[in-house]
């Protein structure tokens, strides 16, 4: 299954990724055009400020997903070509079970241009599916500079993930520092398999 990974720690807040995803759902696709569209177009990645962490929320596309499970119109369904949680808006009644039901808070509510309807629906991320089906990955993760944000297959980007995170483990680790002593006896040198190991994940450190 491809979807688009979310590394935070890469995350600086430009928010780039949200202007990105406004522009892709604007009818017009321009950035200047579509701060002139009504209804005006928003983003359907969020990204949520705490102190000084940034992390960018947006829809998982769960498989099985709770927001399909309580809708009660059947707005929402699973798109097969992407796996894709997409919307019949023209189906939505803005009774916000959906949202209730979301465990990571990203759906909300409001105008769309896609259907010509006198109150909000459900505009939750729909994954990009047109740009998908043609080739294209979403407009969030097109738009990351710093890799916040990546598309593909889940488990390889998972695999990838946690080898950084075991770099950056290694890497980080001091060796202890033992109070200052008198020498007693022969001081006994490393083991050879030690050194080498250490060797080894200093060479991998630096690919």
Known sequence: MKTVFVRAERCIGCRHCEVA?????SASRDLFSARNEEPISRPRVHVEV??????????RHC?????????????????QSTGSVAI???????????????????IRFE????VDLPRDVNAKCDNCIDRQQNGVIPACAEACKTGALEFGEVN?????????????????????REPAREPVGEVPSMPENIRAFREIMGALADL
Not at 21 to 25: D, N, Q, R, S
């Open 21 to 25: 995803c406004a522009v892709e759902h």
């Open 50 to 59: 705490v102190d000084y962490l940034t992390f960018p929320n947006r829809c």
């Open 63 to 79: 498989d099985p997903a709770p927001c399909m499970q309580v809708c009660p119109t059947d707005a929402l369904y699973r798109d």
């Open 88 to 106: 019949h808006y023209s189906r939505c009644i803005d009774c916000a079970v959906c949202a209730m039901a979301c465990p990571f808070g990203v």
């Open 111 to 114: 105008r769309v241009r896609q």
């Open 156 to 176: 390889d980007l998972i695999r990838k993930s946690s080898h950084d995170f075991s770099i950056k483990l290694l890497l980080s680790r001091e060796p202890v």
